[in-house]
């Protein structure tokens, strides 16, 4: 999932078809994650996966104070002295009135007219990208199965688009599928058990030999740690773990 900084009057929107996420610029990490996952139902570890990499975790103290006061108050107005006579007081309060039902339609309706405008306009910026697969078979894949060592090695709990896993070493892994154009992409999401560093592995099996070379041809650069099979890929952060699944992989499915 890709997280895209843009201004669209919402603190995050999902581009339809896409896997992007549009949030607020102004806001800070722990706001994005909440409204990450109030709009995408998913593993919170997961969300803050994907923003940590664009919103940083932590920011200065006092840009951190400031960013949560407004503007209008950071400003210095002297005012006069106001005397308050003994007695009780009642502050009156304003009563916000509900919008009516047109108008919170009409409301809707232009929301999503942007959101269609937003998606529409990223679809032409980045290109056709996979979409979260839905399919009941997905985690029973030769390619899931044979990494994972179902049965053997790890124990997972499914779900229509992720997986959420105990590894052979005991270390939690979340692991997300993605159903594309050129084939199926898993995902592999944990923290080393030892280390504590976070780690991202990514296994794409292809359709056919033609996707293949195309995605070999385009989509190459910048992959840490390829590894290229027969119809699949693995790359990512962690050689080690890389190495290990390309090992059984290829002796499995010469």
Not at 70 to 77: D, F, K, L, S
Not at 185 to 211: C, G, N, Q
């Amino acid at each position: 999932m890709k997280i895209v900084k843009a201004h669209t009057g919402a603190d995050a929107v999902p581009v339809p078809g896409r896997d992007v996420i549009l949030v607020d610029p102004e806001i800070g990490r722990t706001t994005a994650i909440n409204a990450i996952s109030a709009i995408l139902p998913t593993h919170r570890a997961m969300v803050e996966s994907w923003v940590d990499p664009v919103i940083p975790s932590r920011r200065p103290v006092i840009e951190a104070i400031t960013q949560e006061i407004p503007v209008v108050a950071r400003q210095y107005r002297p005012v006069r002295p106001i005397e308050i006579q003994p007695g009780r007081h009642r502050v009156p309060q304003s009563r916000r009135r509900p919008l009516s039902k047109p108008v919170r339609v009409a409301l809707r309706s232009a929301s999503l007219a942007v959101i269609a405008t937003i998606g529409l306009t990223l679809g032409a910026m980045i290109g056709g990208g996979p979409q979260p697969a839905s399919a009941d078979g997905v985690w029973s894949k030769p390619a899931f199965t044979t990494v994972s060592q179902t049965g053997i090695g790890w124990t997972c709990e499914t779900h229509p688009e992720l997986a959420e896993c105990i590894s052979d070493e005991g270390a939690p892994v979340t692991v997300e599928a993605w159903d594309g154009p050129d084939g199926m992409k898993y995902t592999f999401e944990y923290e080393d058990p030892i280390t504590l560093e976070k780690h991202r592995v990514d296994l794409k099996v292809f359709e056919s030999e033609e996707a293949e070379r195309r995605w070999h041809t385009y989509q190459t650069a910048g992959r840490e740690n390829l590894v290229a099979g027969k119809k699949w890929v693995a790359y990512g952060t962690d050689a080690k773990r890389i190495a290990k699944y390309t090992k059984i992989l290829k002796q499995r499915h010469k």
